[in-house]
């Protein structure tokens, strides 16, 4: 028994003090430092696989593919929306590190995507320079992302706040009388008689998972990485815009490793708080409280720092 409660221990015993040397012992500058200077020099080799595979060298494909995946490596270390809003989000909502895991690949993916879409569009059909095409990455779609952020980050606070609402008017004294209550004809979710009256909580959770899902992919790919941009812009004039588009996805296959490293840490992180405190609480009705005001504090810390990125920009 000693055994399994150091092991349940364990996650939170790994990633507490990880989280402390990150934000109160200079971690974070210390990794956006190393981050800058690895896209730097991420970028330089770029230009160079992109050289040489326009002269044909061999094995230029395949080193322009590794470059492009650690520029996306580098790219997700620093400071950035998708870890923001996956790591939020998995210590805010009860769900699956593997599900979380393929939200954050998909949305990487759907990022690559919207850099292939505005570079054709911009470029291909509109005639942008690359300067228009970067300033309305940087600027706008960037401040769309962030309010997007900003809206799931309240979405989750506001379901937080229902569920701590719902806890509390479960737990509140109720009146009771002795008269029973009759009826001849009672109908169900699922009472046979031909046709639904109300949908299961299976069908209203189905909902709300596609809705989130939706949401967290939206919110990070509708600002695309300015490398990829850069990627794409530099391979449509050298006339290798294949190779541009296949890197880009690479790229976006770097970003989508660190961002999923966010969400099984940030699952196993709730996973294993949540054990602690429902441990330590008398009932579970308290225990609900906690999940709720976990999910209340961590859309609300989301939703306002989203908001600050966004006054940023704008």
Request: hydrophobic share 55%; glycine share 12%; charged share 15%.
């Amino acid at each position: 028994m000693r055994a399994a409660g150091l092991i349940r221990w364990l996650p939170l015993a790994l990633i507490l003090p990880v989280v402390i040397w990150l934000w109160w012992g200079g971690g974070m500058t210390q990794i956006e430092a190393w981050a800058a200077a690895g896209q730097r020099d991420a970028q330089n080799a770029l230009a160079r696989t992109l050289r040489a595979l326009r002269t044909g060298e061999p094995g230029a494909l395949a080193g322009l593919m590794g470059v492009a995946f650690l520029y996306g490596l580098f790219h997700a270390a620093g400071p950035g929306h998708g870890k923001l809003l996956i790591g939020g989000y998995g210590m805010g909502r009860p769900v699956a590190a593997t599900r979380l895991a393929g939200l954050a690949l998909l949305s990487s993916l759907a990022q690559s995507a919207t850099a292939v879409l505005l570079v054709l569009a911009g470029i291909g059909l509109l005639g942008w320079t690359r300067d228009r095409v970067t300033g309305l990455a940087d600027t706008t779609l960037t401040a769309i992302s962030y309010l997007a952020i900003a809206g799931v980050g309240a979405w989750l606070a506001l379901r937080g706040l229902r569920a701590l609402t719902r806890s509390r008017a479960a737990h509140a004294p109720h009146h009771h009388h002795d008269h029973d209550h009759h009826h001849d004809h009672a109908h169900g979710p699922d009472c046979g008689c031909g046709h639904a009256h109300a949908p299961t909580p299976e069908d209203a959770a189905r909902v709300h998972s596609l809705r989130d899902a939706l949401a967290l992919i939206g919110a990070i790919a509708v600002r695309p990485c300015t490398g990829a941009l850069f990627l794409l812009i530099i391979s449509w004039r050298m006339d290798i815009l294949p190779a541009g588009i296949a890197g880009t996805f690479a790229m976006g296959l770097g970003t989508a490793s660190i961002t999923i490293l966010a969400a099984f840490a940030a699952v196993t992180l709730r996973r294993s708080s949540l054990d602690r405190i429902g441990q330590a609480l008398p009932d579970a009705t308290q225990a609900a409280r906690a999940a709720a005001l976990t999910e209340l504090a961590f859309g609300a810390l989301i939703c306002a720092i989203a908001v600050s990125l966004a006054l940023r920009v704008l």
